[in-house]
């Protein structure tokens, strides 16, 4: 059961590349997260989807992208890396709302 | 909207003592209240949560947390704590609009630190 899997775990990118940070789980839940961790301000959400084809912003959208074409996957992008996306990124899920979040490992994103 | 207030950003707790992480939560709908840990370069797991029933919960290693709806507060406590206890830990609530989304909303987190 492998749970919630995030790739890369480390990526350094330079200012105004884009990249995605992929995301999937095989625990067949509808609800799926992104948050980012930043240092004295614990986790914010930046992106949320309550099923495939459903998709949300959070509290700190901006630069960012999100899509759901599957139950399984949930990847972010980020279109052009500004040095302040600098964090570490965390994807989440859940069966539904009240059920347990689950969360990934993190993927640690250096902007230079 | 909803918010949560971890007062300590710092606790250094030698190691066999008692611990309290404090969390104060507000939110104008039903909430639901977690407690996640944080284990250096891990991702978060949780530690305990309360949904509803009783207003204490526990963890499977030692922790416990009392949701008081009057002091609108999920502390976190364990009445010894060891080593393997230094983690971060982050309280979170968790609410339903009225249009049916769900959000989780952290605190800012409390590294505990345990000293020998």
């Known amino acids: 059961n492998a749970g919630v899997t995030q790739t890369p775990k480390f990526q350094v990118l330079k200012t105004g590349q884009s990249m995605t940070l992929q995301c999937a789980q095989d625990m067949n839940h509808e609800y799926m997260s992104w948050y980012r961790q930043d240092p004295g301000m614990g986790l914010r959400l930046i992106h949320y989807?309550?099923?495939?084809?459903?998709?949300d912003q959070g509290e700190v959208p901006n630069g960012y992208n999100v899509s759901r074409s599957t139950t399984e996957d949930f990847p972010l992008r980020l279109l052009s890396a500004a040095p302040s996306q600098t964090s570490v990124y965390f994807c989440?899920?859940?069966?539904?709302?009240?059920?347990?979040?689950?969360f990934g490992e993190g993927s640690w994103l250096t902007v230079v | 909207a909803q918010s949560v207030t971890q007062l300590d950003s710092q606790v250094p707790v030698f190691e066999e003592a008692p611990v309290e992480l404090r969390c104060n939560y507000s939110?104008?709908?039903?909430?639901?209240l977690f407690w996640y840990v944080q284990y250096p370069n891990q991702g978060l797991q949780l530690l305990l949560k309360?949904?509803?029933?009783?207003?204490l919960v526990e963890s499977i290693n030692g922790f416990e947390a009392e949701f008081n709806k009057s002091q609108t507060s999920f502390h976190l406590r364990k009445p010894s704590v060891h080593i393997s206890d230094t983690a971060e830990y982050f309280c979170a609530v968790r609410s339903i609009s009225n249009f049916g989304n769900e959000k989780l909303t952290f605190g800012t987190g409390t590294r505990l630190t345990i000293i020998p």
């Open positions: 989440a899920s859940s069966y539904s709302i009240g059920n347990t979040i689950y």
């Open positions: 309360y949904l509803s029933g009783s207003t």
């Open positions: 989807s309550v099923g495939a084809g459903i998709t």
């Open positions: 939110s104008s709908v039903s909430v639901y």
